[in-house]
């Protein structure tokens, strides 16, 4: 997703930089970001979060666990051999983008490809 955090040993640390630099400035964030501030962001905040934050917010957005399971990366050929064989393609991740993108979830269970762009030529008329 990040090309930056692809080239460091230490991906996590550098999200974290990335994080706190959108703190106000007045509380160690950076000049040039002050634009998209974050006043809400805790002192602590750092790239930890993200995925258990993430894991919460599919939870409570109605995907169901065995897509959040594979979606955040967790292991779950250890419970059934049948995670042996699924893999956390587009369609198992679909679930959990939209309910972390803020739209409305799939109805419980269900795979799709997701939200879409909007079609301009609604209004016009066919030749």
């Known amino acids: 997703m990040f090309e930056s955090l692809a ?13 706190s630099a959108l703190l106000p400035q007045s509380r160690g964030g950076l000049k040039k970001y002050q634009k998209w501030a974050i006043p809400e962001l805790p002192e602590s905040a750092s790239a930890g979060g993200i995925r258990p ?5 599919c939870a409570s957005g109605q995907v169901p666990s065995e897509y959040v399971a594979r979606g955040s990366g967790h292991d779950m050929a250890c419970s059934s051999a049948h995670w042996k064989y699924v893999d956390p393609n587009r369609a198992i991740l679909v679930p959990m983008a939209i309910v972390l993108s803020g739209f409305p979830p799939l109805r419980y269970g ?5 939200s879409v762009h909007v079609k301009l030529d609604v209004g016009r008329p066919q030749r």
């Open 53 to 57: 934050g993430a894991i919460n917010e």
């Open 110 to 114: 269900e795979l799709g490809k997701g």
């Open 7 to 19: 080239r460091v040993s230490t991906a996590g640390t550098k999200l974290g930089s990335y994080i």
